[in-house]
């Protein structure tokens, strides 16, 4: 199975995604933030090489880390059981910083 065992046991009972602003202006592309959501929910893909990485748990808000494509991802399934995507970085260092900015992320999660 190619989800991660966190991912996979919670993936049945997500109700929503949800799309972030900044992700999609990250993205600086609509259609390309649809396929990675899809990909992120089909759990089947192939491609990504880097799928459900679990990072940690932030105030009950499971965060996640995505590549597709040098594509850096990240996604967190919320206390509503909704899947969030927070932010994608074509910049590695960017991302790092951003996984370790918890003030950030929960800035993020308080808006969408």
Same mark, same amino acid.
């Given at each position: 199975?190619?989800?991660?065992?966190?991912?996979? /046991?919670?993936?049945?009972?997500?109700?929503?995604?949800?799309?972030?602003?900044?992700?999609?202006? #990250?993205?600086?592309?609509?259609?390309e933030?649809?396929?990675?959501?899809?990909?992120?929910?089909?759990? /089947?893909?192939?491609?990504?090489?880097?799928?459900?990485?679990?990072?940690?748990s &932030? #105030?009950?808000?499971?965060?996640?880390?995505?590549?597709?494509?040098?594509?850096?991802?990240?996604?967190c399934? #919320?206390?509503?059981?909704?899947?969030?995507?927070?932010?994608?970085?074509?910049n590695? /260092?960017?991302?790092?910083k951003?996984?370790?900015d918890?003030?950030?992320?929960?800035? &993020?999660?308080?808006?969408?």
């Amino acid at each position: 199975m190619n989800c991660h065992s966190h991912f996979s /046991s919670i993936r049945p009972f997500i109700k929503e995604a949800v799309i972030s602003k900044h992700f999609i202006k #990250d993205l600086n592309n609509e259609e390309e933030a649809e396929l990675i959501v899809n990909d992120v929910l089909d759990c /089947s893909n192939t491609d990504f090489t880097e799928l459900h990485k679990f990072e940690e748990s &932030l #105030d009950g808000n499971l965060i996640f880390r995505a590549k597709k494509e040098g594509v850096h991802i990240v996604y967190c399934v #919320d206390k509503q059981i909704r899947i969030v995507f927070l932010r994608a970085f074509r910049n590695y /260092s960017e991302y790092g910083k951003f996984l370790e900015d918890k003030k950030e992320i929960k800035n &993020l999660l308080a808006h969408v």
